[in-house]
């Protein structure tokens, strides 16, 4: 899924091409894409494009008359790209967008359809589709204890909680937790305060970071190698690979559709984490689906 690195060039990529410019042609090609009935997606044709922000792991393009698409791309979903608009396209295409300096396309592979677009009218609509979690970039050492330390989660579970911190998923967790020097499976009410100002450093270092390799590996072109796999990353998708700073080979635990890499020595202390047993643990901190995990609570559940 991409997030919060993958996500900011997105948009900074959209708005270098589409900000200001009108929308001339919209296609819903995937009857699992649009979520909502009213309004139509014709609704915002030869309306402009006003706004580019990202809400969590979603990406709200706004219209005039405050008309707003937002976009959540979960697994599988891209965007794309194209000088013209494409007469033939694959199958892996689920919308369309055409405006006057070119087509901005959304695919999604695989069967599950899990990529989504709602279309809302005003602020109220737009807040609704806002998990509202922590923007670590901007906040103090004190916000990012109180928002951890809310809720008693394994630190796997509390970096990707959409609730919790904003932008942050499977793949740079696995590297924040290896940069903090931090177990996956350790509860964060167990965290000492040396451990929780080593997190939250980690935490925002990781994400500056990759956020701007990005920025300089996409410079003058659209983003096209969106992946959750990268090389440079020290632990994500690393398994049996040396860690890069100690050298011990990067180990697993498998979980529901997930599974979170780490090093036994920089985060465990050398020690083996058994795999049934810890995937049992990570499984019950887990909600039983990624929609389950984004969907946007309740206003009466934030307040709790």
């Not at 995937?279 to 309740?298: A, G, N």
């Amino acid at each position: 899924m991409p997030e919060l690195p993958d996500i900011a060039i997105y948009i900074e990529a959209l708005r270098e091409r589409i900000h200001r410019r009108r929308l001339e042609r919209v296609l819903i090609a995937s009857p699992f894409l649009l979520r909502t009935a009213d309004p139509a997606p014709a609704a915002a044709e030869g309306l402009r494009v006003t706004d580019l922000r990202r809400l969590g792991k979603r990406i709200a393009m706004g219209f005039e008359n405050d008309l707003w698409f937002i976009f959540h791309l979960m697994i599988a979903g891209r965007f794309q790209w194209s000088a013209d608009w494409p007469e033939r396209r694959s199958r892996q295409v689920a919308a369309l967008f055409a405006f006057g300096s070119g087509t901005l396309l959304l695919t999604e592979a695989g069967t599950k359809k899990r990529a989504s677009l709602h279309i809302v009218h005003g602020a109220d609509q737009l807040s609704a589709h806002d998990p509202r979690g922590l923007e670590v970039d901007s906040a103090s050492l004190h916000e990012f204890r109180a928002a951890v330390l809310r809720e008693n989660h394994t630190l796997k579970r509390a970096l990707t909680d959409p609730h919790i911190l904003s932008g942050v998923g499977n793949a740079y967790s696995d590297e924040i937790l290896h940069r903090a020097r931090l177990s996956p499976v350790t509860l964060t009410s167990r965290l000492s305060e040396d451990q929780c100002v080593r997190l939250y450093e980690a935490t925002r270092s990781v994400l500056r970071e990759w956020t701007e390799r990005l920025r300089t590996d996409n410079a003058g072109r659209f983003p096209s190698k969106v992946t959750a796999f990268r090389e440079g990353m020290a632990v994500h998708g690393r398994f049996g690979l040396p860690c890069p700073v100690c050298g011990t080979k990067v180990q697993r635990i498998r979980y529901s559709t997930n599974e979170t890499n780490y090093c036994p020595r920089c985060q465990a202390a050398g020690r083996l984490f058994a795999d049934r047993s810890l995937s049992r643990l990570l499984k019950q901190d887990w909600p039983r689906s990624i929609e389950e995990l984004e969907k946007p609570r309740s206003k009466a559940d934030q307040s709790s």
